[in-house]
């Protein structure tokens, strides 16, 4: 996967090194494929007491954090930039660095909660936009998000944990000042304790605030579906690319943009708007992308600035693929 890294050229952020991270799950080549575990969830759940082998569905992944079930699908490998945790990357740095660290969730089925075990690190920016400085042990990205943290370095060997949320697993990289001895895989930590958030809940930096508007246009957009049917849909539509604007939520032009996403399901979704960056309500963070958890409403307002046919869709890539998607159509 190609990462594009856009620098802000007035950036005020104040950082000593970057180090890029992206988290991935895997499956291709060790169980399966992605083509085989979509294959086997479309069956849905309903199925799964019947006499069928059941190879990558997940069963019994939970997550408080996320509102119950965590994903669909038994992973068996989570990476580092790449690595499994045998073979983990790691990244030379000096004491009382402070390392900005960029970190992509490009999984197609898991959140995960990155931390540095024992430390505090700094939240900056979320899904590229500044937001007020957020001190936690530990942040949870959704499918699809971006989270700018900062981390003081320390002597020694530092590891930057990620846990695949609700699963089995993890993925670290190690941060190396050149002294002592890197720790073996079975001592360090399989857990995140302490204060822990997400991008949704993080409030947006007064520079990146949408100007106060009365919304021209509101949405209410209903997440529904089920694992009994994996027939996961957007107001009770799976999308259909030989009829696009069927059920579209038509905007124009200029016009600020207000969205209500209900989560109907009893399931967390990953949602995710192209062509637009949004504000979530109460001047709360600027995101693309944005964790709805089961039963809750999710408020967020655009504005309508490039015209075009904009899908939005859950990122989790198997509820994707089963058209949980939506399209903003602009009109005139």
């Avoid at 085989?36 to 069963?59: F, I, K, Q, R, V």
């Avoid at 696009?244 to 009893?266: C, H, W, Y």
Wanted: glycine share 10%; net charge negative; aromatic share 6%.
């Amino acid at each position: 996967m190609l990462l594009l890294i856009i620098e802000d050229p007035r950036e005020p952020l104040l950082y000593d090194q970057e180090w890029v991270i992206m988290l991935d799950d895997w499956l291709d080549g060790i169980t399966g494929t992605p083509e085989e575990a979509l294959d086997e969830l479309s069956m849905g759940m309903d199925m799964s007491g019947m006499d069928m082998p059941m190879t990558h569905m997940l069963m019994g992944a939970t997550s408080t954090y996320l509102g119950g079930d965590a994903g669909d699908v038994g992973m068996p490998a989570h990476l580092l930039n790449g690595r499994a945790e045998q073979d983990a990357e790691v990244f030379q740095s000096r004491p009382g660095n402070r390392i900005r660290l960029r970190i992509i969730n490009a999984a197609g089925d898991t959140a995960y909660r990155v931390g540095v075990p024992g430390q505090k690190i700094t939240l900056t920016h979320t899904d590229g936009f500044p937001v007020q400085h957020e001190d936690v042990d530990a942040v949870v990205l959704g499918i699809s998000e971006r989270i700018d943290a900062i981390p003081t370095v320390q002597d020694g060997y530092t590891p930057l944990l990620a846990l695949p949320e609700g699963k089995d697993g993890r993925a670290y990289g190690l941060i190396s000042t050149g002294s002592g001895t890197a720790p073996d895989a079975a001592t360090l930590l399989s857990i995140l304790d302490g204060t822990a958030t997400d991008g949704g809940r993080l409030t947006a930096d007064e520079s990146v605030l949408l100007a106060a508007k009365t919304p021209d246009r509101i949405h209410t957009m209903r997440l529904t579906g089920s694992m009994g049917k994996y027939d996961w849909s957007i107001n009770g539509r799976r999308f259909d690319m030989t009829k696009p604007f069927a059920g579209a939520f038509d905007i124009s032009l200029d016009e600020r943009v207000q969205v209500k996403m209900v989560n109907d399901t009893s399931m967390w979704h990953p949602m995710h708007l192209h062509g637009h960056s949004f504000q979530l309500a109460n001047n709360g963070a600027r995101k693309d992308t944005v964790i709805v958890r089961p039963k809750e409403t999710v408020t967020f307002e655009f504005d309508a600035d490039n015209p075009g046919q904009w899908i939005t869709h859950c990122h989790n890539a198997y509820h994707a693929a089963q058209s949980m998607i939506g399209l903003f159509s602009y009109v005139r």
